[in-house]
């Protein structure tokens, strides 16, 4: 993800790291240096203006400059301020009622319908019960693609391909899911190759009649700052709540996914990273910055690992782990759930400190990684049951054996005994924990690896992404109007180019 943009920055990190001590002109160098990533990323202007505005008076300050290391200061001032640009963002969707309407909107081809599957399979897995309605009238086709999805996902698909009137097929939808005690209903709507008047009206009458809890707005993060107009647009018309920002697994340079919040006030709150239904992720701004600094994203981590295991497979790991065991089978289990084309690399990147070995694995091909863990498989295979159960019991003797057994190394079995027994610690360690204790402390070790400062962009907005009452969109629409001029105003007056405060 962002590749060129995590490259750019590692550099602009490295001319600071390992200088004895830094001096202005140094700091300034990496300062102009963030920049240029960040307008190379395509990241909107007047965002890196303030951007750079936010870290340049503390990073020339006397805490990082005098700091006894001042790269990593710096470091943890850019990943503050990436944090305070993409967020914050409410954790999670609010589902509090009997009933909660999520309305999906957004251009032609932007991923809807796809997004409105990946989130039905998401719901599932945290045991709500989804419907899907099609309220995407424009092509007959459409209703038969969400069909094909929700037989894939396993949810009840409502469409009435008699009826012209999507607002009358989402009313009737809302009903049949109270009926059948659905409480989620999630409308896929019908897009349009550019935001025109009609589609604007049909969106805006659905919203409306049905009134949703959420108006969520999917775009292609693969067209750049596109996205970020559109998103601009569609809010005007449909005071949205949330982005989903899809295709971020292509060749994105992040530009969108850095301006969108900034620009429209409105947060992401997912972000799509395949064609694949379980490719949709939370968003959240602290793993995002981690990512994109190479700090990793533990939360997301392990998010992506619970993916990996049935309910009951997950019920049976935890009694176990509560009782101290892991054993090889299951570490073996583990390994080969993640030997899965592009699964690896997506979660090494996710891994604190695992930045050179995820460009070390880059250039091994996917066979070869599969073949790393075959190798890995074939020397558990090679142990007795005995062993597999308790492996502190090998010793030198018969890791010769197993090596031998296996076909590989003495070395590699040792490697294979070192990283079990890391694994072990790490599952063991937090399976005595609930759930919230869990995320909690996932949490607090990602911020362990972070600058703590607590400090936000001036001028950065604050929605979490919570909707707003009729009475109070009024209001904001008014105040926003005001900013609009105010900001007019501001612009003839000064006409500076960004980077002028951090040069
Ligand atoms: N690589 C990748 N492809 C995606 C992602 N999300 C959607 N797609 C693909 O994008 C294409 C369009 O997705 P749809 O879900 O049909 O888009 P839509 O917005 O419903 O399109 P219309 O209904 O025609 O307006 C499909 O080929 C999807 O597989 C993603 O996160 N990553
Ligand atoms: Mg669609």
Do not use: W
Not at 171 to 177: E, I, N
Not at 452 to 468: D, F, V
């Amino acid at each position: 993800m962002f590749d060129s943009l995590q490259d750019n920055l590692k550099g602009a990190f490295k001319t600071l790291r390992g200088k004895g001590k830094l001096t202005e002109a140094n700091m300034r160098e990496g300062l102009k240096m963030v920049e240029q990533s960040l307008l190379e990323a395509d990241v909107s202007y007047d965002v890196v203006k303030e951007f750079m505005h936010g870290i340049t008076k503390e990073a020339l300050g006397e805490k990082v400059m005098l700091a006894l290391e001042p790269s990593e200061q710096f470091i943890g001032l850019v990943n503050q301020e990436l944090i305070n640009l993409l967020g914050p963002v409410e954790d999670g969707l609010n589902l509090s009622k009997d009933i909660n309407i999520i309305m999906m909107c957004g251009l032609q081809g932007a991923g809807k319908t796809t997004t409105c599957g990946k989130l039905a399979k998401l719901l599932m897995r945290q045991k709500v019960k989804p419907m899907l309605v099609a309220a995407d009238l424009q092509r007959p086709a459409a209703i038969d693609q969400l069909h094909v999805i929700g037989e894939q996902v396993g949810v009840e698909v409502y469409s009435d391909r008699d009826n012209k009137d999507p607002v009358q097929v989402c009313r009737d939808a809302v009903a049949k899911a109270k009926a059948d005690g659905c409480q989620v209903v999630i409308l896929d709507t019908a897009g349009r190759l550019a935001i025109d008047e009609e589609l604007m009206e049909q969106l805006k009458t659905i919203d409306r009649d049905v009134q949703p809890d959420h108006v969520f707005l999917v775009v292609d993060g693969m067209t750049g700052q596109d996205a970020v107009r559109s998103a601009g647009a569609f809010h005007e018309a449909l005071e949205l709540n949330g982005v989903v920002m899809t295709k971020l697994d292509g060749d994105t340079r992040g530009g969108a996914l850095l301006s969108v919040k900034h620009v429209t006030g409105v947060p992401i709150r997912f972000i799509g990273v395949g064609e694949h239904l379980d490719d949709l992720e939370f968003f959240r701004p602290e793993g995002m910055a981690g990512r994109i600094l190479g700090q990793g994203d533990v939360v997301g981590l392990f998010e992506e690992a619970s993916k990996l295991v049935d309910e009951d497979e997950q019920k049976r790991m935890q009694e176990s782990l509560e009782k101290g065991q892991f054993t090889m089978d299951d570490f073996r289990n583990h390994m080969q759930k993640i030997a899965k084309p592009g699964l690896m690399m997506k979660m090494m990147g996710m891994l604190p400190g695992m930045g050179q070995m995820k460009d070390m694995m880059a250039q091994v091909n996917q066979e070869e990684q599969a073949g790393q863990i075959k190798k890995m498989v074939g020397i558990i295979d090679s142990m007795t049951a005995a062993e597999r159960k308790d492996p502190s019991i090998v010793d030198a003797r018969r890791r010769q054996r197993i090596a031998s057994g296996a076909g590989s190394g003495a070395q590699q079995v040792n490697e294979l005994l070192k990283q079990y027994d890391m694994m072990k610690g790490m599952m063991t360690g937090m399976a005595g924990m609930g759930a919230g204790d869990r995320m909690q402390k996932m949490q607090e070790v990602q911020q362990a690896m972070m600058d703590p400062a607590q400090r936000r962009l001036p001028g950065s907005k604050k929605s979490t992404g919570s909707r707003l009452s009729p009475k109070q969109q009024k209001k904001r629409k008014k105040e926003l109007e005001k900013l609009r001029k105010q900001m007019k105003r501001d612009k003839k007056n000064k006409k500076k180019k960004p980077g002028e405060d951090a040069v």
